[in-house]
């Protein structure tokens, strides 16, 4: 079992970065193969000479967005909503297209009254 404090170390060093100024997105799972950054680096480690491929802008000009695939907005506001918040961007866009669906569907079915 990890300690919190090596549980946010592992995140912070799992972070994607973004692009202030074009926003392309770092990622460290696949690295940047253009600037022979190896996949896996963190964005701690990446050389401070690197530069966005896309626009060139510098290491400075980007910050971190976290992890992908995890629930957005402040994590002690992660625990409120019914469940909701603590749902992933792709998770809330099933649930949102799926219950619009059913409402178009339902909405369909009227047709069907005499």
């Not at 401070?48 to 506001?77: H, L, Y």
Request: proline share 8%; glycine share 12%.
């Amino acid at each position: 079992m990890s300690t919190p404090a090596t549980d946010s170390t592992e995140s912070k060093a799992l972070d994607r970065y973004e692009c202030l100024t074009c926003g392309y997105v770092y990622e460290p799972t696949k690295g940047d193969d253009r600037r022979q950054v190896p996949p896996g680096t963190p964005f701690s480690e990446v050389p401070v000479d690197w530069r966005c491929p896309v626009c060139g802008a510098t290491k400075s000009r980007f910050r971190s967005i976290g992890i992908k695939g995890a629930p957005s907005g402040f994590q002690e506001n992660l625990r409120y909503g019914l469940g909701v918040n603590a749902l992933t961007p792709g998770q809330k866009n099933i649930l949102i297209f799926g219950a619009l669906g059913l409402a178009v569907l339902f909405f369909l079915s009227l047709y069907g009254l005499q």
